[in-house]
């Protein structure tokens, strides 16, 4: 039944899989936010339509799971930190921070003069007790697992001190995450069902599944930020019908275009495209513990017998690129540019499927349009090319409700998505390493976990490389996952907003923060 | 065309007069070129059999078809109008206004959903002929000619609220509502028992004398329509037979067919021998009570059906004739009593008996439309008993079916694989016996058999009856209101009331005097050829009860 | 002037239409005999233009794979390619050829429905036939059940069986037909309560006949005009509902054609003008028109109501 | 009319029951589903404890049976809880979805219902005549296209030119002039879904009296056709017609789903959609209760109606 929402680019997986940033990752510097060309303005409420949006939604942020609570919630409050549009991190409610030399403990200094709605001033007491409703075994936080490594967190003076069970260099980058707003506290808990907030919009009304009404926080701190007056967010999870609110002028911004109808979509006068590329990639999934997929050649066979330039045509309609069953886009670093890319070869997958003993193949391979939007038919595409290597894939459509119950990590062969990692570390940690919780293909490769570690604690940059190019190219050429491409958030407004020239892509809608980044013009 | 009345004016004259009825595609003759001619203040009566076309010709002097019907020659001039060439809206100024129809169902021809009161006004003042108000002070006084009871209270009745009789008074009344020239009356009072049916004939007669109505008066019953009818003309297939005055036409019909329908009544079957004393019953009815809900409808009744035998049950309707061939059947088990055959007791609930009880007693119906499945062929409506009770199958049963058609006078080869809507009413009424003979019953149970049968096809079926009785040995019980069917087929009589049995005997006995009170009611309002008939009893009854 | 110019073709396609009905009927009397002549003289040309349609369907649902220029799911160029000689309706979103999922589509989608259908009138007649043949509590029973089933709106319904069962086309079917056959237990039940009043049930009773043969022999034939009607309309609310669940998530599995699923998924074309989707709609208008243009004659010759 | 009060005394309590056991049947259908509200909320992500400790809370770890009874205990003294997945009170969550429910269902009704009881009539009155044809073809071309397209149709020609809003947002601040105008496009969609079956169901009662004796007498009594249809054939087919109406009207509160989806309308269908897909059970209860209810209703209103149409039946002899 989620299919009605199914359009929307991050599900209730998005945390983990993609909440953190990309780009320049690895830097955690303080960087001012690159300002957009067209000086921005105040004025105007902006009327956004959103693909997602259920009447199941709460306000409680340990429940957050669409964009469309996602981002008015990350509108009415502010995190420790941000992901810059560059996708760089900057401070927001940390001032600044810094670690202790083996990055297990950490001191985030909290921005002075911060107030919230209800006119109480932001104190470190309300940081911690913001983090602590996340953690301990009481916990019913999707974001448990992100603070589960914080062993000890207590308020000292302006400065909040967080101990880890271990050193993570990549911390900061954590407390971005959208879940971990900070709310006011009173005797160390916070209310999780508060409106209040100190964010750059004050919530007005809030209607789950419908809409959500928003007017500018007069007191905001941020003196660049929140230029509408206000905000009307409304859940359209029809397509048809969103995209007709924003022809028909009855909204500014839609957050997901229906890609199947974009090229129409972009005729109509006084539309712009925001097209954004980022991470987020679209995979088909084996159990490399299952025949046949154990093969490797069987799985090399399927990954030639893939038509990915098609896939990125005909389900990106071209707002992507084609992967190369490697986990991460090319303009991060450690790519592995050497490696050859795959291409549509059913030449090579007979070649495969013959070492792998075999003349023909027949297997299953399950999808839904909860899996990605357009799931079903690339499973169909992917099949009608791969006949023409003797690989007979049988698409089975499954129930889009119960999804990612009952299909992911049980079926052998199913389709899956990634919002993407920072870094080469964090990606292949989450989804690649024996034995990781979300390892969905079930691979095991003794010498690619060894070189993870290895690289982890590698200072020399080139050795770095080195290992992990060793290790794509074991995933591409021995995993158990066919990453045929790179899907672009794409958005659409009218021309009368105004888009900062650098657009956030660790997440949709700018990294969720359109609402304060963005203006009329 | 003879001008029998040239005193009076003419109303109505139709000239060859041609109608069409359409079957599938093809449009057939229904009336082939009548003529009529009717005078200002004339009853003629209309006669012939089913399918004669009286209906459709007596609607065509209102110039209406039935759907499906079209005239498709001659003229019909209605006082100067020539109904034909005028336009429907003119036709329809004339409906309810100056012609007016009596149907032959009062009690379907009133519509449910209004009250009678508003029905009776609506032509009237949709016509423009009287406001609402002086409809409804009209009708009170028109319900009281019509001898209706409480004329100021029945008009705010339901039709459903009103008995048959009262109904068809009410229908007349409202015919006259905006006192027509001319009324079609089309078999007002068929559906009637006997001795409601008097009292209608006398108050349409009144009605119709005191305004100086024209009437057609439609009818299949001769003795009806000799007391209504100035003059008579017979129908035969759409074409006329012959028309004279009433008592030329009684006493003298110049046709065959005209003579054929006059000596009907002619049929008696042979006085049979008192049956012996001490002979056990094939079916005895002892001491029964019975009905639905908590009303008793039968009330210890009891009575004895022997071999060769028919036992006619007479009554009018209510009076739990028919209550009384469910309990035989078993399909109403009795609160006391009990049903014996060949004097041992049957089980109550026809559920409990076996096959060869169910076998022994069989039923014939009086419509055979409802008593056939529409859908199933002669071969298996006629075969399957016979492949039940008796295991016939394959040749056999058919060799069965085509005797069992013999029997029934109808040509196996034709007709074996027929519909039963390929078959004419008294034809169905065979299939019907033929049914019933197939199981080789002991018993047959015929209710109403003829009673919705023209009375030369009915003739048939009773002859029929009596033969197969001898040849088979049959007792017969005969369910039915009409005395001259009783006193053609019976053997013995039982006469029932309210659900009592009133009297009980041998024939003979029971057509002589004297009578109970109500089979001497029952007999008196039998009507007869005699066109004073009804002037006679009406005064008889009249000089009775102010002695009484 | 649009407007003209469009009511123009409009009376054009109907009076093409009449014109075909007229000729195929013509054509089937001129072919057939007896009864059946006589009978098809009487259908009315809408009927004729119903039956025509119909026979060209099952034609293309027989004889798909011949007439079809292409594979089912045979991915033939590039996306949603104009009306051209090689791709007579285009190619649709995955690059297809538009008129052969058409064709293919007439396939599993009359046959699905087909299928729905008659499984739906089998359950649903027997027992509502069965409840009013038997009466009593049996009756009470049923109708209870039934009445349970129907206060339940269908649509959530079925997406409730579905998602639990799987959307497989079995399950599709079963469930589909499930519901359906609630609506059709109340007519078949209605129906049969006018019949086994009549005397011939009255007498088959007496008979001795065993329910089976009462219900198949006796009742059913005379009930089968209303419930012929009935599967008319039920027939073609068997696409709807495939559509509407598609709609909601769950339909039939790719790459299957069918033509619920086809406007689901070219929907949104038609806010943009684009014809696209009135292609499968109009193929369930249209043979849902054809089979109640059928029904109806069929209907109006059961009525005996002779106009 | 004592017949009355008896039928609706009888049917009130066998609607009772009937809501009993669909209340039975959704709880059983929905813990059937596979997955639970606990990991819908918390996503694939969460671990196991988290969704222990989150089920906890929730009273999902209870057993079946006692988490329905403690759920119908509360529900029979008029608490039906609130929602499991956001909190709120269910009564205020399905108040206003009720209310805009109800509107549209009766906005959409009452449109159909007299269009439908006129081209019905006509459709009756000129029956087999080229109107009757053509409203006949229309009337199944608009059932056989599936809703949501109709909707796409509708939005294409109506709102695109601006006549209409394509969306049909609603709260409080809206009057009752506006609010019809913002409904008019799913109105008008409903109307077009449900109008083919009621027209039919009319033309074809009035159709099938018209052989009726007291139909010919109409006629022979020279009334306009018109008239006889309207006095004579319409009263005595109100009962099928009432029927179909009411059939209708229940489809209008309770299978409006995917239309308001399509124009964003805040209606039930939707809530009960997106609870069952959360497995939120106490609000797919609580609407598979209200649905139930007004079909129940609905029926209940039909039957009284249709006795009321039929003096035979409250007239007794």
Same mark, same amino acid.
């Given at each position: 039944?989620?299919?009605?929402?199914?359009?929307?680019?991050?599900s %209730?997986?998005?945390?983990? @899989?993609?909440?953190?940033?990309?780009?320049?990752?690895?830097?955690?510097?303080?960087?001012?936010?690159?300002?957009?060309?067209?000086?921005?303005?105040?004025?105007?409420?902006?009327?956004?339509?959103?693909?997602?949006?259920?009447?199941?939604? *709460?306000?409680?942020?340990?429940?957050?799971?669409?964009?469309?609570?996602?981002?008015?919630?990350?509108?009415?409050?502010?995190?420790?930190?941000?992901?810059?549009?560059?996708?760089?991190?900057?401070?927001?409610?940390?001032?600044?921070w810094?670690?202790?030399?083996?990055?297990?403990?950490?001191?985030?200094?909290?921005?002075?003069?911060?107030?919230?709605?209800?006119?109480?001033?932001?104190?470190?007491?309300?940081?911690?007790?913001?983090?602590n409703?996340?953690?301990?075994?009481?916990?019913?936080?999707?974001?448990?697992?992100?603070?589960d490594?914080?062993?000890?967190?207590?308020?000292?003076?302006?400065?909040?001190?967080?101990?880890?069970?271990?050193?993570?260099?990549?911390?900061p980058?954590?407390?971005?995450?959208?879940?971990?707003?900070?709310?006011?506290?009173?005797?160390? @808990?916070?209310?999780p069902?508060?409106?209040d907030?100190?964010?750059?919009?004050?919530?007005?009304?809030?209607?789950?599944?419908?809409?959500?009404k928003? *007017?500018?926080?007069?007191?905001?701190?941020?003196?660049d930020?929140?230029?509408?007056?206000?905000?009307?967010?409304?859940a359209?999870?029809?397509?048809?019908?969103?995209?007709?609110?924003?022809?028909?002028?009855?909204?500014?911004?839609?957050?997901?275009?229906?890609?199947?109808?974009?090229t129409?979509?972009?005729?109509?006068?006084?539309?712009?495209?925001?097209?954004?590329?980022?991470?987020?990639?679209?995979?088909?999934?084996?159990?490399?513990?299952?025949?046949?997929?154990?093969?490797?050649?069987? %799985?090399?066979?399927?990954?030639?017998?893939?038509?990915?330039?098609?896939?990125?045509? @005909?389900?990106?309609?071209?707002?992507?690129?084609i992967?190369?069953?490697?986990?991460?886009?090319?303009?991060?670093?450690?790519?592995?540019?050497?490696?050859?890319?795959?291409?549509?070869?059913?030449?090579?997958?007979?070649?495969?499927? @013959?070492?792998?003993?075999?003349?023909?193949?027949?297997?299953?391979?399950?999808?839904?349009?909860?899996?990605?939007a357009?799931?079903?038919?690339?499973?169909?595409?992917?099949?009608? %090319?791969?006949?023409?290597?003797?690989?007979?894939?049988?698409?089975?459509?499954?129930? *889009?409700?119960?999804?990612?119950?009952?299909?992911?990590?049980?079926?052998?062969?199913?389709?899956?998505?990634?919002?993407?990692?920072?870094?080469?570390?964090?990606?292949?940690?989450t989804?690649? *390493?024996?034995?990781?919780?979300?390892?969905?293909?079930?691979?095991?490769?003794?010498?690619?976990?060894e070189?993870?570690?290895?690289?982890?604690?590698?200072?020399?940059?080139?050795?770095?490389?080195?290992?992990?190019?060793?290790?794509?190219?074991l995933?591409?050429?021995?995993?158990?996952t066919?990453?045929?491409?790179f899907?672009?958030?794409?958005?659409?407004?009218?021309?009368?907003?105004?888009?900062?020239?650098?657009?956030?892509?660790?997440?949709?809608?700018?990294?969720?923060?359109?609402?304060?980044?963005?203006?009329?013009? | 065309?003879?001008?029998?009345?040239?005193?009076?004016?003419?109303?109505?004259?139709?000239?060859?007069i041609?109608?069409?009825?359409?079957?599938?595609?093809?449009?057939?003759?229904?009336?082939k070129?009548?003529?009529?001619?009717?005078?200002?203040?004339?009853?003629?009566?209309?006669?012939?059999?089913?399918?004669?076309?009286?209906?459709?010709?007596? $609607?065509?002097?209102?110039?209406?078809?039935?759907?499906?019907?079209?005239?498709?020659?001659?003229?019909?001039?209605?006082?100067?109008?020539?109904?034909?060439?005028?336009?429907e809206?003119?036709?329809?100024?004339?409906?309810?206004?100056?012609i007016?129809?009596?149907?032959?169902?009062?009690?379907?021809?009133?519509?449910?959903?209004?009250?009678?009161?508003?029905?009776?006004?609506?032509?009237?003042?949709?016509h423009?002929?009287?406001?609402?108000?002086?409809?409804?002070r009209?009708?009170?006084?028109?319900?009281?000619?019509?001898?209706?009871?409480?004329?100021?209270?029945?008009?705010?009745?339901?039709?459903?609220?009103?008995?048959?009789g009262?109904?068809?008074?009410?229908?007349?009344?409202?015919?006259?509502?905006?006192?027509?020239? $001319?009324?079609?009356?089309?078999?007002?009072?068929?559906? $009637?028992?006997?001795?409601?049916?008097?009292?209608?004939?006398?108050?349409?007669?009144?009605?119709?004398?005191?305004?100086?109505?024209?009437?057609?008066?439609?009818?299949?019953?001769?003795?009806?329509?000799?007391?209504?009818?100035?003059?008579?003309?017979?129908?035969?297939?759409?074409?006329?037979?012959?028309?004279?005055?009433?008592?030329?036409?009684?006493?003298?019909?110049k046709?065959?067919?005209?003579?054929?329908?006059?000596?009907?009544?002619?049929?008696?079957?042979?006085?049979?021998?008192?049956?012996?004393?001490?002979?056990?019953?094939?079916?005895?009815?002892?001491?029964?009570?019975?009905?639905?809900?908590?009303?008793?409808?039968?009330?210890?009744?009891?009575?004895?059906?022997?071999?060769?035998?028919?036992?006619?049950v007479?009554? +009018?309707?209510?009076?739990?004739?028919?209550?009384?061939?469910?309990?035989?059947?078993?399909?109403?088990?009795?609160?006391?009593?009990?049903?014996?055959?060949?004097?041992?007791? $049957?089980?109550?609930?026809?559920?409990?008996?076996?096959?060869?009880?169910?076998?022994?007693?069989?039923?014939?119906?009086?419509?055979?439309?409802?008593?056939?499945?529409?859908?199933?062929?002669?071969? +298996?409506?006629?075969?399957?008993?016979?492949?039940?009770?008796?295991?016939?199958?394959?040749?056999?049963?058919?060799?069965?079916?085509?005797?069992l058609?013999?029997?029934?006078?109808?040509?196996?080869?034709?007709?074996?694989?027929?519909?039963?809507? +390929?078959?004419?009413?008294?034809?169905?009424?065979?299939?019907?016996?033929?049914?019933?003979?197939?199981?080789?019953?002991?018993?047959?149970?015929?209710?109403?058999?003829?009673?919705?049968?023209?009375?030369?096809?009915?003739?048939?079926?009773?002859?029929?009856?009596?033969?197969?009785q001898?040849?088979?040995?049959?007792?017969?019980?005969?369910?039915?209101h009409?005395?001259?069917?009783?006193?053609?087929?019976?053997?013995?009589?039982?006469?029932?009331?309210?659900?009592?049995?009133?009297e009980?005997?041998?024939?003979?006995?029971?057509?002589?005097?004297p009578?109970?009170?109500?089979?001497?009611?029952?007999?008196?309002?039998?009507?007869?050829?005699?066109?004073?008939?009804?002037?006679?009893?009406?005064?008889?009854?009249?000089?009775?009860?102010?002695?009484? | 002037?649009?407007?003209?110019?469009n009511?123009?073709?409009?009376?054009?396609?109907?009076?093409?239409a009449?014109?075909?009905?007229?000729?195929?009927?013509?054509?089937?009397?001129?072919?057939?005999?007896g009864?059946?002549?006589?009978?098809?003289?009487?259908?009315?040309l809408?009927?004729?233009?119903?039956?025509?349609?119909?026979?060209?369907y099952?034609?293309?649902?027989?004889?798909?794979?011949?007439?079809?220029?292409?594979?089912?799911?045979?991915?033939?160029?590039?996306?949603?390619?104009?009306?051209?000689?090689?791709?007579?309706?285009?190619t649709?979103?995955?690059?297809?050829?538009?008129?052969?999922?058409?064709?293919?589509?007439?396939?599993?989608?009359?046959?699905?429905?087909?299928?729905?259908?008659?499984?739906?009138?089998?359950?649903?007649?027997?027992?509502?036939?069965?409840?009013?043949?038997?009466?009593g509590?049996?009756?009470?029973?049923?109708?209870?059940?039934?009445?349970?089933?129907?206060?339940?709106?269908?649509?959530?319904?079925?997406?409730?069986?579905?998602?639990?069962?799987?959307?497989?086309?079995?399950?599709?079917?079963?469930?589909?037909?499930?519901?359906?056959?609630?609506?059709?237990?109340?007519?078949?039940?209605?129906?049969?309560?006018?019949?086994?009043?009549?005397d011939?049930?009255?007498?088959?009773?007496?008979?001795?006949?065993?329910?089976?043969?009462?219900?198949?022999?006796?009742?059913?034939?005379?009930?089968?005009?209303?419930?012929?009607?009935?599967?008319?309309?039920?027939?073609?609310?068997?696409?709807?509902?495939?559509?509407?669940?598609?709609?909601?998530?769950?339909?039939?599995?790719p790459?299957?054609?069918?033509?619920?699923?086809?406007?689901?998924?070219?929907?949104?074309?038609?806010?943009?003008?684009?014809?696209?989707?009135?292609?499968?709609?109009?193929?369930?208008?249209?043979?849902?028109?054809?089979?109640?243009?059928?029904?109806?004659?069929?209907?109006?010759?059961?009525s005996?109501?002779?106009? | 009319?004592?017949?009355?009060?008896?039928?609706?005394?009888?049917?009130?309590?066998?609607?009772?029951?009937?809501?009993?056991?669909?209340?039975?049947i959704?709880?059983?259908?929905?813990?059937?589903?596979?997955?639970?509200?606990?990991?819908?909320?918390?996503?694939?992500?969460?671990?196991?404890?988290?969704?222990a400790?989150?089920?906890?809370?929730?009273?999902?770890?209870?057993?079946?049976?006692?988490?329905?009874?403690?759920?119908?205990?509360?529900?029979?003294?008029?608490?039906?809880?609130?929602?499991?997945?956001?909190?709120?009170?269910?009564?205020d969550?399905?108040a206003?979805?009720?209310?805009?429910?109800?509107?549209?269902?009766?906005?959409?009704?009452?449109?159909?219902?007299?269009?439908?009881?006129?081209?019905?009539?006509?459709?009756?009155?000129?029956?087999?005549?080229?109107?009757?044809?053509? =409203?006949?073809?229309?009337?199944l071309?608009?059932?056989?296209?599936?809703?949501?397209?109709?909707?796409?149709?509708?939005?294409?020609?109506?709102?695109?030119?601006?006549?209409?809003?394509?969306?049909?947002?609603?709260?409080?601040?809206?009057?009752?002039?506006?609010?019809?105008?913002?409904?008019?496009?799913?109105?008008?969609?409903l109307?077009?879904?449900?109008?083919?079956?009621?027209?039919?169901?009319?033309?074809?009662?009035?159709?099938?009296?018209?052989?009726?004796?007291?139909?010919?007498?109409?006629r022979?009594?020279?009334m306009?056709?018109?008239?006889?249809?309207?006095?004579?054939?319409?009263?005595?087919?109100?009962?099928?017609?009432?029927?179909?109406?009411?059939?209708?009207?229940?489809?209008?509160?309770?299978?409006?789903v995917?239309?308001?989806?399509?124009?964003?309308?805040?209606?039930?269908?939707?809530?009960?959609?997106?609870?069952?897909?959360?497995?939120?059970?106490?609000?797919?209860?609580? =609407?598979?209760?209200?649905?139930?209810?007004?079909?129940?209703?609905?029926?209940?209103?039909?039957?009284?109606?249709?006795?009321?149409?039929?003096?035979?039946?409250i007239?007794?002899?």
């Amino acid at each position: 039944m989620t299919d009605l929402r199914s359009q929307n680019g991050l599900s %209730r997986r998005g945390l983990l @899989k993609g909440a953190t940033a990309l780009g320049a990752a690895g830097l955690i510097l303080s960087a001012s936010v690159r300002r957009a060309m067209a000086e921005p303005k105040r004025g105007g409420i902006l009327r956004v339509a959103f693909a997602s949006g259920n009447t199941t939604d *709460s306000l409680d942020p340990a429940t957050w799971d669409s964009q469309f609570v996602q981002c008015f919630n990350v509108a009415r409050n502010a995190t420790l930190t941000e992901i810059a549009s560059d996708g760089s991190l900057v401070g927001e409610i940390a001032e600044s921070w810094e670690a202790s030399a083996d990055a297990a403990t950490w001191t985030l200094k909290i921005r002075s003069g911060v107030t919230f709605h209800s006119g109480k001033t932001l104190t470190a007491d309300d940081v911690v007790a913001s983090l602590n409703y996340h953690r301990g075994e009481e916990s019913k936080s999707a974001a448990k697992p992100l603070v589960d490594p914080i062993t000890d967190i207590k308020a000292e003076g302006d400065t909040v001190v967080v101990t880890l069970s271990g050193g993570n260099a990549d911390f900061p980058f954590i407390v971005a995450d959208y879940h971990l707003v900070i709310l006011p506290s009173s005797e160390g @808990k916070i209310d999780p069902m508060t409106t209040d907030g100190c964010g750059a919009y004050v919530l007005d009304s809030f209607e789950p599944g419908v809409s959500v009404k928003m *007017s500018r926080n007069p007191n905001y701190w941020k003196t660049d930020r929140g230029w509408f007056d206000g905000i009307e967010a409304l859940a359209i999870v029809d397509s048809a019908a969103r995209q007709n609110a924003l022809i028909t002028g009855e909204v500014d911004v839609i957050d997901s275009v229906d890609l199947n109808t974009v090229t129409l979509l972009q005729r109509a006068p006084g539309l712009v495209i925001l097209p954004v590329a980022g991470n987020q990639h679209y995979v088909f999934v084996m159990d490399t513990r299952a025949t046949p997929f154990s093969d490797n050649n069987v %799985r090399q066979a399927l990954k030639y017998g893939i038509d990915r330039q098609e896939l990125v045509d @005909k389900i990106l309609q071209g707002y992507g690129s084609i992967g190369n069953d490697i986990p991460m886009g090319a303009q991060q670093p450690y790519y592995n540019t050497e490696l050859e890319q795959k291409t549509y070869d059913p030449d090579k997958a007979k070649f495969y499927l @013959k070492e792998a003993g075999m003349d023909s193949l027949s297997v299953q391979l399950s999808v839904a349009d909860s899996a990605f939007a357009g799931a079903v038919d690339a499973g169909v595409l992917y099949s009608e %090319r791969a006949a023409a290597a003797g690989i007979n894939i049988e698409v089975v459509r499954e129930p *889009s409700d119960g999804y990612w119950d009952n299909v992911w990590m049980k079926k052998p062969f199913c389709a899956s998505y990634w919002g993407g990692r920072p870094t080469p570390d964090l990606m292949f940690s989450t989804a690649y *390493s024996g034995g990781a919780p979300w390892n969905e293909s079930f691979w095991d490769n003794a010498r690619f976990n060894e070189l993870l570690i290895a690289a982890r604690s590698e200072l020399d940059d080139d050795k770095r490389r080195a290992m992990y190019w060793e290790m794509q190219d074991l995933l591409a050429n021995q995993g158990g996952t066919v990453i045929p491409m790179f899907a672009s958030y794409v958005m659409a407004h009218t021309d009368k907003v105004g888009v900062p020239e650098v657009v956030g892509a660790n997440q949709g809608m700018d990294g969720l923060r359109a609402f304060e980044r963005w203006w009329f013009v | 065309m003879k001008d029998t009345n040239p005193a009076k004016p003419v109303l109505l004259t139709l000239r060859d007069i041609h109608i069409e009825g359409r079957s599938e595609e093809t449009w057939s003759p229904i009336i082939k070129g009548v003529d009529l001619t009717l005078h200002k203040g004339e009853v003629l009566g209309l006669i012939g059999e089913s399918g004669a076309g009286k209906s459709t010709l007596g $609607l065509a002097a209102m110039g209406f078809t039935r759907d499906g019907c079209r005239i498709s020659g001659g003229t019909i001039d209605f006082d100067g109008i020539d109904l034909r060439a005028a336009t429907e809206a003119q036709r329809r100024g004339l409906r309810g206004k100056r012609i007016a129809y009596v149907a032959q169902s009062a009690a379907a021809s009133f519509n449910p959903a209004h009250k009678l009161i508003d029905q009776y006004s609506e032509a009237p003042v949709q016509h423009g002929v009287m406001s609402r108000a002086e409809a409804e002070r009209d009708a009170v006084e028109l319900y009281r000619r019509m001898r209706l009871p409480n004329p100021e209270e029945i008009g705010f009745r339901y039709p459903h609220q009103v008995s048959g009789g009262q109904l068809q008074r009410a229908m007349t009344a409202m015919a006259m509502a905006c006192r027509p020239d $001319l009324i079609i009356f089309d078999e007002p009072t068929t559906a $009637l028992d006997v001795t409601t049916q008097i009292e209608v004939l006398a108050a349409i007669r009144d009605i119709v004398a005191q305004f100086d109505t024209a009437a057609i008066y439609i009818t299949h019953d001769l003795a009806v329509v000799a007391q209504m009818a100035d003059r008579i003309k017979v129908l035969l297939r759409g074409d006329e037979v012959e028309e004279a005055d009433t008592r030329t036409m009684l006493a003298a019909p110049k046709e065959d067919y005209t003579k054929t329908l006059w000596a009907v009544r002619s049929y008696a079957r042979p006085v049979q021998p008192p049956v012996a004393k001490g002979t056990t019953p094939v079916v005895s009815v002892r001491n029964v009570t019975a009905g639905y809900g908590a009303a008793d409808i039968l009330k210890d009744i009891s009575f004895d059906i022997h071999k060769r035998r028919t036992v006619a049950v007479v009554g +009018e309707s209510g009076s739990g004739k028919s209550t009384a061939a469910r309990v035989i059947t078993g399909l109403l088990p009795p609160r006391r009593g009990a049903i014996l055959f060949d004097g041992a007791p $049957l089980p109550a609930d026809y559920r409990q008996r076996s096959r060869d009880q169910l076998r022994q007693a069989q039923m014939i119906y009086q419509m055979a439309d409802t008593a056939l499945n529409p859908k199933l062929r002669l071969r +298996e409506l006629i075969g399957r008993p016979a492949q039940m009770y008796l295991g016939l199958n394959g040749k056999a049963l058919t060799d069965r079916i085509r005797d069992l058609l013999h029997l029934i006078e109808l040509e196996p080869d034709k007709f074996i694989d027929r519909l039963p809507s +390929e078959l004419s009413g008294g034809q169905k009424q065979r299939i019907g016996i033929a049914r019933a003979l197939a199981a080789e019953p002991k018993f047959i149970i015929c209710d109403e058999v003829t009673s919705a049968l023209d009375q030369l096809v009915a003739e048939g079926i009773l002859k029929l009856l009596d033969r197969l009785q001898s040849e088979f040995d049959l007792a017969y019980m005969f369910i039915t209101h009409d005395l001259a069917t009783v006193r053609s087929i019976a053997d013995e009589v039982v006469v029932m009331q309210n659900g009592k049995v009133v009297e009980k005997g041998p024939k003979l006995e029971m057509f002589e005097p004297p009578h109970d009170p109500y089979t001497e009611l029952l007999l008196s309002s039998v009507p007869e050829m005699d066109p004073d008939w009804l002037t006679k009893l009406l005064r008889e009854r009249a000089a009775k009860a102010g002695k009484g | 002037m649009t407007i003209l110019i469009n009511l123009f073709w409009i009376a054009v396609a109907i009076a093409v239409a009449l014109g075909a009905g007229w000729l195929f009927r013509a054509a089937t009397i001129a072919l057939t005999r007896g009864a059946t002549a006589r009978m098809l003289r009487t259908a009315p040309l809408t009927a004729g233009f119903g039956m025509l349609v119909i026979l060209i369907y099952v034609v293309v649902a027989l004889f798909a794979p011949l007439i079809a220029p292409y594979a089912e799911r045979e991915v033939v160029g590039a996306q949603f390619l104009p009306w051209d000689a090689t791709h007579l309706l285009g190619t649709d979103n995955l690059g297809r050829d538009m008129l052969t999922r058409l064709i293919y589509g007439a396939r599993n989608t009359v046959g699905i429905a087909f299928a729905t259908t008659a499984l739906a009138f089998t359950m649903g007649s027997i027992l509502g036939l069965l409840a009013a043949t038997v009466g009593g509590w049996l009756d009470q029973i049923l109708s209870r059940i039934v009445d349970i089933l129907m206060a339940i709106p269908s649509l959530i319904f079925s997406l409730l069986l579905l998602t639990i069962f799987g959307t497989s086309v079995t399950t599709l079917i079963l469930v589909i037909a499930t519901i359906d056959s609630t609506r059709v237990f109340r007519l078949a039940r209605s129906v049969a309560l006018n019949i086994v009043v009549m005397d011939y049930i009255e007498a088959a009773r007496l008979r001795g006949e065993g329910l089976w043969r009462l219900i198949t022999r006796e009742i059913l034939p005379n009930a089968l005009a209303p419930l012929v009607a009935e599967f008319g309309l039920r027939f073609c609310f068997v696409f709807l509902a495939i559509s509407a669940l598609s709609f909601l998530g769950v339909g039939i599995q790719p790459p299957t054609a069918d033509w619920g699923s086809m406007v689901r998924e070219n929907a949104a074309l038609i806010t943009f003008g684009d014809v696209t989707p009135l292609l499968p709609a109009g193929a369930i208008a249209l043979l849902t028109v054809a089979v109640n243009f059928v029904v109806d004659w069929m209907l109006h010759r059961a009525s005996g109501l002779k106009e | 009319m004592s017949v009355i009060w008896t039928m609706i005394a009888k049917r009130l309590g066998l609607g009772v029951l009937t809501l009993f056991v669909i209340s039975v049947i959704i709880f059983g259908a929905t813990e059937l589903l596979p997955g639970d509200l606990a990991q819908n909320i918390l996503g694939q992500s969460a671990t196991p404890e988290t969704v222990a400790a989150f089920r906890k809370e929730l009273g999902l770890d209870l057993p079946a049976y006692t988490r329905y009874f403690n759920w119908l205990f509360g529900a029979l003294q008029g608490d039906f809880g609130t929602s499991l997945a956001n909190k709120r009170p269910i009564a205020d969550l399905i108040a206003t979805r009720l209310g805009n429910t109800l509107f549209l269902a009766l906005y959409a009704a009452a449109i159909s219902v007299p269009l439908s009881l006129l081209l019905g009539i006509l459709a009756a009155l000129y029956r087999n005549s080229i109107f009757d044809r053509t =409203v006949n073809a229309m009337a199944l071309s608009s059932i056989s296209f599936p809703e949501f397209f109709v909707a796409y149709i509708l939005i294409f020609v109506l709102a695109q030119s601006g006549l209409f809003p394509s969306m049909s947002r609603m709260d409080a601040t809206v009057g009752f002039g506006e609010a019809l105008y913002r409904t008019f496009l799913p109105a008008l969609t409903l109307t077009l879904v449900v109008t083919a079956h009621m027209m039919r169901m009319t033309r074809a009662a009035i159709i099938n009296l018209l052989a009726s004796p007291y139909i010919e007498m109409a006629r022979l009594k020279g009334m306009k056709p018109m008239r006889v249809i309207l006095k004579h054939a319409l009263p005595n087919a109100l009962a099928p017609i009432i029927t179909v109406v009411a059939l209708n009207l229940a489809y209008l509160v309770t299978g409006v789903v995917v239309v308001e989806v399509v124009f964003v309308y805040p209606g039930l269908g939707q809530l009960m959609v997106d609870s069952v897909s959360k497995r939120d059970f106490p609000v797919v209860q609580a =609407v598979a209760l209200i649905f139930a209810a007004a079909y129940v209703l609905l029926n209940l209103t039909a039957d009284v109606l249709s006795t009321l149409s039929n003096p035979r039946l409250i007239h007794r002899k």
